[in-house]
DNA sequence: ATCATCATTTGATATGAATCAAGATGTTTT
DNA sequence: AAAACATCTTGATTCATATCAAATGATGAT
């Protein structure tokens, strides 16, 4: 929540954000056909979310941490149109979206922040778009991964290590690739000494050389 | 615009759209690092929104039309992060977007509004990327052809004829194929008798096959 | 009208990732 | 602790699409 609020102003604000929702690892916090009736800001925890298709394939569309917001999807139709799933257990703040309108129309920097979210969505979702397009799954995962930490390090974890929260199958299906593919980039970064990796743990060591895959021209 | 307001509400509401532009074909309305002022709502013509990365690939991350917005990307950083091409002579209603704001904040159905056009583009881009993620090139071309032909449709044109307004490459990009594998299923399902191809020119004969194709479940 | 350029189609071949299959490692249950 | 199950790794093979190449068809310029 951006700055420049009176307390008079918080004390409305911290209401939008008073209920409070456990979620267990593996289960749903909202699911494709929902009806839609608020937002949730992850307090604690890791959530994947999905989209799938009549015949059963699946497609992760992302996966979100603390402090990220999730729940978007559903505004256009009043219903949600991806499954929320926790990959650890969670804590979400429920902020009912008829809230948040109501104070966006108030607070013209609450306004401007959901928008800022909504946007940052999009563009997210149009760098994947490059990802699924254009690059190859060793670049792929190098951007991945080089995402994924680089989040985390914004958190206050450590900005070489991470614990994976997601399967190899959930990694391929964000990436475009199947498990067994995602397992051999794994290891062929590793054979080359670009990382070091343990099942879910992964240890950066080289985080230029990720960078050279992800992108060659940035790195010469 | 939605309905439900009074002849002196639409006095203001006219006023955000009041600024036009012209863009020529092959010209760029907005471009990747520009500032964001405003949002487009295309009023003629037809749009491409493409992404690219240092080393020069490019990733067209959608085909916009009459009606439909497009800017959205610029407001979480105050800069584009994407090109907007004009694929034929268009015309824009420019919509500052602070404006937008400040009217937004007066009407709740405005507000809806935009925050229903911004999810809408989160959906879409959901499903774009299940179709990079998880088709194969016929599925994919299948869907595209399918989606194009409903949004016409929706405007009064016919939903069984169109003509493209994209390269076969322009439209690889957007699937993630190369130019090559898209003229391929196009001649694949003129072979099938499913269209009728003739350059740019694309007649539907079986809509049902083509649905079959891009989801077989759903068309027993 | 002719030439030059660009877009599209089609064929032959190469290649990256999928698939199939088995074994290894790790986790949970009994 | 052993058994059962899930996840991950690795190898062999197949397949879909990319790449390379050439011909055809459209479009624009002189």
Same mark, same amino acid.
């Given at each position: 929540?951006?700055? #420049? ?5 918080? =004390?409305?604000? /911290? ?8 979620? =267990? ?8 056909? /929902? ?9 604690? !925890?890791?959530?994947?979310?999905? $989209? ?5 394939? *699946? %497609? $992760? ?9 999730? #729940? ?6 009043? +219903? +949600? ?6 990959? *650890?257990?969670?804590?979400?703040? $429920? ?18 922040? $959901? ?22 799954? @060793? ?10 930490? %680089?989040?985390? +390090? ?14 190899? @199958?959930?990694? #391929?299906?964000?990436? #475009? ?13 590793? /054979? *080359? !000494?670009?990382?070091?990796? =343990? %099942?879910?743990?992964? +240890? ?17």
């Amino acid at each position: 929540m951006p700055a #420049g609020f009176t307390s008079e102003d918080m =004390k409305k604000l /911290d209401e939008v954000v008073a209920t409070r929702r456990r979620i =267990k690892q593996g289960d749903m916090l909202f699911g494709n056909g /929902d009806a839609f009736t608020s937002l949730y800001a992850i307090r604690t !925890g890791f959530f994947k979310t999905c $989209v799938s298709t009549e015949d059963g394939r *699946e %497609q $992760v569309t992302g996966f979100q941490m603390a402090g990220e917001i999730i #729940g978007l999807d559903g505004i256009v139709t009043d +219903h +949600h149109s991806c499954n929320a799933v926790a990959l *650890e257990d969670a804590e979400v703040c $429920v902020m009912p979206f008829a809230k948040v309108e109501d104070l966006s129309r108030e607070f013209p920097l609450l306004q401007r922040h $959901v928008h800022k979210i909504m946007s940052r969505e999009i563009v997210r979702e149009n760098s994947v778009m490059m990802l699924l397009g254009n690059m190859r799954a @060793e670049e792929r995962l190098a951007a991945f991964l080089l995402n994924l930490v %680089q989040r985390l +390090h914004a958190r206050g974890f450590s900005q070489s290590e991470l614990t994976l929260r997601m399967s190899r @199958e959930e990694i #391929g299906s964000y990436l #475009g690739m199947k498990l067994e593919t995602v397992s051999r980039a794994f290891s062929k970064f590793s /054979d *080359e !000494g670009i990382i070091e990796v =343990k %099942q879910r743990y992964v +240890h950066i060591l080289k985080p230029d050389a990720l960078k050279k895959i992800f992108n060659p021209q940035t790195c010469i």
